[in-house]
């Protein structure tokens, strides 16, 4: 009977939308509009958001483990006095037990990579030419994963071989350096050490294509580096790093964290600026949907006074007589935003495609269904407005009043 009820209740809202076909086309293709209106902004803007993520960190390190800035020199150290009662400290320049924070950064589940780095500053010698540089060294596991070498290379191998370095573009496009060519790199100690091109990778930002990229033994060595310069990390989710970086920084006391948001608080700014500006369209976007859906079944309600006072009459209910224009609703949400999504993509793609935009979209179940979800809601909750003005209807006076 339940059943035999529901069917009911749905033929006479199908055969509505049917009747006032006129209102109910201008509804969805309103409803349509403003879930496309919706996904466009949201596929668009996280895409870019993507985009710029992807081009500040997505070939660098997340989080950059640094030695202490000053470490406190123990009070029987030569030349300090036992009624000294002012700190003394000194540089500290190297982390020491590098091992051991590796090893435990690689068991956190959220850390892709973990690696340490040694860092120096020298010169190229090529022929005439000198040229500063600096240079990094690497381990072949997660140091060169860190810095996608092996996906930004544009000519030669990724490899971390004796007698080879990889550079950055642009300083091969200065030095004419090619596959194989051979060069020297002074320290500032006026040591030397020959090596070949064995690589050139192109990291899409001017500081990484300055770099010269060697075995981090070698560095160390070459630079009298008895520890290593940082330990690098990658994320999972990169807008975790702040809080991992918080987390570790007060478990590890003898080094200090820093997260790729500290150096980047503009950016954050503008990335949260963006995404206030999208949800904020989308609310009003959201609000219209609403109110146009609320005002058109409403006059449909007041036209079909006379069709549900006969049907109350007949012995319809009040719960029924609502719940009619809630299925309205349901299905002028459903049909709209399934319209409006396939709208959406057909404008996104094609403004892609006409712009020729260097950054793509996001389009995923989050970005799909979201706005599907937001539509069928306000066009759920609009309609209970008509539905409690149908619920009160009086048959008699109706009839009545004709």
Do not use: C
């Amino acid at each position: 009977m339940k059943g035999k009820k529901n069917r009911y209740e749905w033929m006479i809202a199908l055969r509505f939308l049917i009747k006032g076909k006129g209102q109910t086309l201008l509804i969805v293709l309103g409803i349509a509009a403003g879930v496309a209106v919706q996904f466009f902004l949201a596929a668009l803007i996280g895409g870019l958001q993507i985009s710029l993520i992807e081009n500040t960190v997505g070939s660098a390190p997340h989080i950059i483990i640094l030695p202490a800035d000053r470490l406190a020199k123990p009070l029987n150290s030569p030349g300090v006095k036992s009624d000294n009662r002012k700190a003394l400290y000194e540089e500290r320049t190297e982390i020491y037990s590098w091992q051991q924070y590796v090893n435990d950064l690689k068991k956190d589940p959220r850390i892709l990579y973990a690696a340490p780095a040694a860092n120096g500053s020298g010169f190229i010698e090529r022929g005439t030419s000198v040229v500063p540089v600096l240079v990094k060294g690497l381990t072949a596991a997660d140091g060169l994963d860190i810095y996608k070498i092996n996906k930004k290379i544009v000519s030669g191998i990724p490899e971390l071989a004796s007698d080879s370095a990889l550079l950055g573009r642009q300083i091969a496009d200065r030095l004419t350096l090619a596959i194989g060519d051979k060069f020297y790199l002074r320290n500032n100690k006026g040591e030397q050490m020959f090596l070949r091109v064995g690589g050139i990778f192109d990291l899409g930002a001017a500081a990484g294509n300055e770099l010269v990229v060697i075995s981090i033994d070698m560095v160390r060595s070459f630079f009298a580096i008895e520890g290593v310069s940082t330990i690098e990390v990658q994320v999972k989710d990169v807008f975790a790093a702040e809080k991992i970086a918080r987390r570790y920084g007060r478990q590890y006391e003898r080094v200090k964290l820093e997260s790729w948001q500290e150096k980047n608080r503009q950016l954050l700014t503008a990335l949260s600026s963006q995404s206030i500006s999208s949800d904020t369209i989308q609310f009003f976007v959201i609000v219209s949907i609403s109110l146009g859906i609320a005002s058109v079944l409403a006059i449909a309600a007041v036209q079909k006074q006379r069709q549900l006072g006969i049907l109350k009459a007949m012995g319809t209910t009040n719960r029924s007589a609502s719940k009619i224009f809630v299925i309205q609703g349901f299905l002028l949400g459903s049909v709209g935003s399934l319209l409006g999504v396939a709208l959406g993509l057909f404008l996104a793609y094609g403004f892609i495609a006409g712009t020729k935009s260097t950054f793509g979209l996001e389009v995923n179940a989050r970005t799909l269904l979201t706005p599907i979800l937001l539509a069928l809601l306000a066009s759920v909750i609009a309609s209970t407005i008509p539905a409690r003005r149908a619920a009160k209807l009086s048959p008699i006076e109706v009839i009545r009043n004709g």
